[in-house]
DNA sequence: CTGAAAGCGCTTACAG
DNA sequence: CTGAAAGCGCTTACAG
């Protein structure tokens, strides 16, 4: 292996010279540069990565931890913060949490040893000690953590208040809710938006809590339809959840979406797969992922910025489970 | 920071016992270890890896290199390679390849100079010049790479043949076997499989090929359903191409099972989720992972492994876009 | 503008 | 069984 003791020999220079043209900082003199530059290409030297780390403390190293990639919200995000990452010479370190904060934690210490130069965080640990005291950039994704935190986020409320209307529009006469798990800050989120939408509009709802599962789903929209026989629109507050509602409607042998008409919230690849095609208020997820990296990346290289919150706005799909709108 | 050498100062021993001690390398004596031990306990030390790794040319960072994590194959993949290497103490780097060579190789390379231990790749570049002279443990995943790399793959074959069996069980006249891209190993042997069990069954078939996309294989589908209206049953080599050739069947108002029956190749969620659920052979990419990712820490801490190639059973799903079988 | 030297925090022959 | 010392390959004040 050829290191900068090399060069620098080659070059009649002293390695900090060397060290100073490879990093361009502090001077060097043309014939310097020059006679370096020579070297480097003649040596075909390449710097040592992990020798500089140990030194800089930097390791171009991002830490991405999310709950579980097999959820289909996430692999879309990790490629988003890997192009963005691969762009500005940063690698990716991807974490699945389990919302395990004993996991999370032995996460963020192990890498923090590692010289990881800083994580996007998908958690709901929102308050965790370790994340107060952690000394790393971090930008929290989806979920806020604290107010130190710079945080990208759908605009979950004002994107279910829009997907309630898309029903409202259509029709409906009484609408059930598929409400995201309570300690979720989207989901509530999303809850405040559908009550927003529904509440002048004198129509008749039900909410249910209901996760983000695909199999639960069914069921749980199996019974309340066996239950309630007048539900003509369903808003859910996942694709997935939605999944299930159409899935439990056709096995009930009821027609989406003429007898009923669902809505899903997040916008998956999945969606368009179903029939009918599942209409969706879908969060530009590539977006997040995007902006995310891009602001941590400023952080860790201590570019200041001050916007603090960063909201990626939803888009409606219109597909095959709602009908198009009455005049 | 506290350092090997403040624990070795108040333990009274030289930071060479101190290493010994934390590396459980070369004899120490029991009251060293003692000392050591208390010494630690009291500073808090923790042993800083980036120093080591420059050492010893070993990070316990291993690369996970996949075409693109967004296809509904990889995330259950790198959710098992995680798993499995958090176990061992090792953490994955996340890298999409987009089967672009040259960004393949500049991984390789990259992270070779981080000194990364070892790689699980799943790539087409079976032949690349910078696999050959790559010195450090490689695994290829699904698809061989050459002979010297172990590699870990279903069953494709023999699982394409259990496929096309469901078909030709339940009274399929007419067969279409949606093909995957030529360049594909996995789908050339899908290919053969389907090929194995066909020739001798006296049914008709058609091969068309047909990208591991959804919309793609909806438009394939919709146009071959359209020429030959005697089709009744469709094999496809994937379930991206299989929910794509059931949307095709559903807008052209074919009823699924009962005028056509699907059946697909992977055994991603999805398929459960669609309606009727898919009958697909399944792969356990979980388990593919899993092995791959032990076989690769196996070659890295030099452990002997004779066995060189992996594979694991696929298992057939049987849900509603196939009927039950004629007796 | 440049170089000698210390330092990043560890590991590992080597001599004893 | 143990320690002094060299070495991993770089960066960075500091003095000139």
């Given at each position: 292996m050829t290191t900068i003791r090399d060069v620098a020999k080659k070059a009649g220079v002293s390695v900090a010279t060397v060290s100073r043209y490879l990093n361009d900082s502090g001077y060097v003199s043309g014939d310097a540069a020059k006679a370096v530059a020579a070297a480097v290409k003649e040596l075909k030297y390449e710097l040592n990565p992990v020798a500089r780390s140990l030194n800089?403390?930097?390791?171009n190293l991002i830490g991405l931890i999310v709950p579980?990639?097999?959820?289909?919200?996430f692999p879309e995000l990790a490629r988003a913060v890997e192009d963005v990452a691969l762009t500005y010479g940063y690698t990716v370190i991807l974490c699945n949490s389990d919302e395990n904060p004993e996991k999370e934690k032995n996460y963020l210490e192990t890498l923090k040893k590692k010289y990881i130069d800083g994580f996007i965080v998908t958690s709901?640990?929102?308050?965790?000690?370790h994340y107060a005291n952690m000394a790393l950039p971090i930008v929290a994704l989806d979920?806020?953590?604290?107010?130190h935190i710079p945080t990208v986020a759908s605009n979950n409320r004002e994107g279910a208040a829009m997907g309630t209307r898309v029903l409202l529009e259509r029709g409906c006469n009484r609408i059930l809710f598929l409400r995201?798990?309570?300690?979720l800050n989207p989901a509530n989120d999303r809850y405040e938006g559908f009550m927003d939408a529904i509440r002048d509009s004198g129509v008749e709802y039900d909410v249910v809590v209901c996760p983000f599962h695909f199999a639960d789903s069914e069921k749980i929209v199996d019974r309340v339809l066996r239950e309630q026989k007048n539900i003509d629109g369903i808003f859910a507050s996942s694709d997935v959840s939605a999944a299930g509602a159409l899935k439990a409607a056709a096995k009930l042998g009821?027609?989406?979406?003429?007898e009923l008409q669902i809505v899903g919230f997040d916008g998956i690849a999945m969606g368009e797969m179903l029939t009918p095609g599942l209409t969706t208020v879908a969060q530009d997820v590539y977006k997040m992922g995007a902006i995310a990296t891009r602001v941590l990346i400023k952080r860790i290289e201590n570019q200041v910025e001050e916007q603090h919150f960063f909201e990626v706005p939803v888009q409606l799909k219109i597909r095959g489970t709602t009908r198009s709108v009455e005049k």
């Open positions: 800089t403390k930097k390791t579980d990639i097999t959820n289909p919200f709901n640990q929102l308050d965790a000690p979920r806020a953590i604290n107010e995201g798990p309570e300690e009821i027609a989406v979406p003429d």
